[in-house]
C-alpha cells in the first residue's frame, strides 16, 4: 500500500504539514518495503487559487492508495475521492508516527471534508 503524507520538509523526521493544498512536500511511503519517495508541491504552496485541486492531481499521479493530512478542502476532497485516494484528517505529530498510527488502525478515512475552501 501507498501512503501519502503531507509533509513540511522532505526529511524523513519531518512534521505532518496541516493544510493539503499547501503543503509543501508529500511522502509517499510503501508500507510493504519501508520506501520513502518524495513529492515536491512548490508550485501550489503560494498558488492564487486552485492549489487543493491541481495537489490533489498530483498526488494521483503517485498512485497513492491514501493521504493522511491535518486539514482536506472540499475540492481537493472531491479530486482525491474520484481518483480513489482514501482520505485521513486530524493527523499530526511526526510523519513516521502518523504512518505507524495508520499501520496500527488508530485512524478513520473521513467521510468529508473538514474545512471550508481557502482557509
Not at 5 to 15: G, I, L, Q, Y
Not at 17 to 41: C, H, L, M
Request: glycine share 6%.
Amino acid at each position: 500500500m501507498l501512503i501519502a503524507v503531507t509533509a513540511k520538509s522532505a526529511d524523513p523526521n519531518s512534521e505532518v504539514e496541516p493544510r493539503f493544498g499547501r503543503a509543501p512536500y508529500f511522502q509517499i511511503i510503501d508500507t510493504e518495503s519501508d520506501e520513502i519517495k518524495v513529492v515536491e508541491n512548490s508550485e501550489n504552496v503560494n498558488a492564487m487559487q486552485g492549489a487543493g485541486i491541481q495537489a490533489a492531481e498530483s498526488l494521483a499521479n503517485t498512485n497513492a492508495d491514501v493521504l493522511l493530512t491535518g486539514h482536506c478542502g472540499p475540492k481537493a476532497f472531491h479530486t482525491l475521492k474520484t481518483a480513489g485516494i482514501r482520505i485521513v484528517v486530524g493527523v499530526d505529530g511526526a510523519v513516521k508516527e502518523a504512518v505507524e498510527r495508520f499501520k496500527n488502525n488508530e485512524y478513520e478515512y473521513a467521510a468529508s471534508p473538514d474545512v471550508e475552501s481557502h482557509w
